[in-house]
């Protein structure tokens, strides 16, 4: 299947759940491009993934919801500056790593 979407020109972003780490080389022996949402809440870090894996695989997510519902904003720019040192030469799409609850604002605020 991964074959066939890049006869097509098509990246192939794997959507999973759980802590996947025991099959990470699984998928880049497939040539998938990215995994997605890389849930930090069962146990998966992008920084260590990265350092890992290096860019033969990249990431989606990492944000833990619950940590994105209940921190304060000081707590949240750690958080967010810290993984997006994962980022550093592409290869990692900062985003939720489940559904964003209800009680994150959509508004950002600029301090």
Same mark, same amino acid.
């Given at each position: 299947m991964v074959e066939v979407c890049h006869s097509h020109g098509l990246p192939v972003i794997?959507?999973?759940c759980g802590n !996947? =780490?025991?099959i990470f080389a699984d998928f880049i022996q497939i =040539? !998938?491009?990215?995994y =997605?949402?890389?849930? %930090? $809440?069962a146990g998966l870090d992008v920084l260590q993934l990265r350092r890992q894996y290096g860019h033969q695989i990249a %990431?989606?997510?990492n944000m833990d919801a619950g940590l994105w519902a209940n921190s304060s904003l000081e707590e949240l720019? $750690?958080?967010v500056l810290s993984k997006l040192n994962a980022a550093k030469g592409g290869g990692f799409i900062f985003q939720s790593d489940h559904s964003v609850p209800s009680n994150v604002s959509a508004r950002i605020m600029i301090t």
């Open positions: 794997y959507h999973g !996947v =780490n025991r =040539n !998938v491009d990215a =997605n949402p890389l849930e %930090f $809440k %990431f989606c997510g720019e $750690k958080i």
